[in-house]
C-alpha cells in the first residue's frame, strides 16, 4: 500500500467542521479512508496501518475554495501591485498579455497551481482568458495536471469574441480531448457581456448549453459589464442556475434580483475590488438580495494567492462600509451583521455550492474528500 492509500487521522485538533450547524470542536480527530472522511469526532478508533498526525494546538478545517483566479497571470506575479484596472487591462488586453506563449501559460499555471494549493486552497477556478489558441489550452491543462489540488478550467479568449472561440472545430476538438472524461475537477465557459444590443455572445451560451457547462462571466465591472449585460442575459433565457457572477460590484437593485431568482451566485475579490476599481466589494448588497457568496483572488499580478487574506479583507470591507452607513446617519452600529464564521463559510462551502461540489467538498463531514489545510 502507498502513502497516499494508506488511512490518515488527525488527532486532537480544533476542528472547523463548517457542516450545516458550522459545528466547532476542541481536542477532536478526523479520520480519512479510501480517500474519504469516515468519521470526525473525539478519540476515534483509527485502522493499524493508519497515519496519525498530531494536530494539538493546531486548525483542522476544509480546504478553501477560489472560484475566480486568473492563474495564466501568475508568472508576472506582484508586477501589478500599483496598477488601476485601466493599466491592467492595457497590458494583458492591448499590450503584452497577447504575446503570452503557450509555454508562458504554462509556466503561470503550474506556479499558480503550486500557489494555490501552498496557501491552503485545494479547488480553484482557474478562469483562463487567455487561452489565445488550442495549443495554450493544452499547457494550461498539462500544467493544472502536474500539480496534485482540484482544478476547473474556466476557458476564455480575451483575444476573440466569444461567439468565435466557441463555436470553431479547434475548441471542439479541444474539448473532446482534453475535457470530456479528463482529470481536471470541473470545466466553465468564461466570458464576458459589455451589453451591445447584437448580444453575439448568446452563440457562446447556446455552446455551454449544448456540452452542459456552467458560464462564469465579470459582471458589474464600472467601466466594463453593466446591468445591460445582465438583462441581455435574462431576456434571452441564459441566466441560469449555476452561473457565476465575478466581482458584481456596480449593478442596479434589477440585476440583483435577477441574479437571486435564476439561482446564481458571486465570486468576490475584495482585495482586487478596492484597489483596482471594479467597484466597492458588493457583499453588503449581496446580503440583502440574500445571493449566494464566494470568494476568489483574481490574479496574482496584483495579489497574494491567499484566501485567508481574502477572509479578512472581505470582513473589514463589509464592516466599513456598514459603520459609514451608520455614521452618514448620525447612528452607531453596535453589533457587526457580518461575522467572522459566515466569511470563512464563503470560502469553503461557499465555494463548493457556487462550483455544485458541496456533496464532496468545503465540509468535514463523513463521505466527504479530505480537503482540510
Known sequence: MSDSDRPVVLRNGLVLTMDDSHTVLTGADVLVIGGKIAEVGHHLTAPDDALEIDASGGIIMPGMVDTHRHMWQTAMRGYGADWTLTQYFVWYYLESGKLFRPEDVHAGNLLGAIEAIDSGVTTTVDWSHGLQTTDHADAAVDALEAVPGRFVLAYGNIQQGPWEWSTSDAFRDFYRRRIDGGKLAGFQLAFDIPGDPAFQEKAAFEVARELGVKVTTHAGVWGATNDDGIRLMYENGFMTPGTVYVHAATLSPDSYHRIAATGGSVSVSTESEQSAG????????????????????????????????????????????????????????????????????????????????????????????????
Do not use: N
Open 278 to 373: 471594479q467597484g466597492y466589494p458588493p457583499t453588503w448588497l449581496l446580503r440583502k438580495h440574500d445571493i449566494p457568496v464566494s470568494l476568489s483572488m483574481d490574479t496574482s499580478v496584483w495579489w497574494s494567492g491567499d484566501l485567508f487574506s481574502a477572509m479578512r479583507t472581505t470582513l473589514s470591507a463589509d464592516r466599513s462600509r456598514e459603520h459609514m452607513e451608520a455614521h452618514s446617519t448620525k447612528d452607531t452600529v453596535t453589533h457587526h451583521h457580518l461575522r467572522a464564521e459566515q466569511v470563512v463559510d464563503w470560502g469553503t462551502r461557499g465555494g463548493a455550492k457556487a462550483l455544485g461540489m458541496d456533496s464532496e467538498i468545503g465540509a468535514l463531514t463523513p463521505a466527504a474528500r479530505p480537503t482540510w489545510c
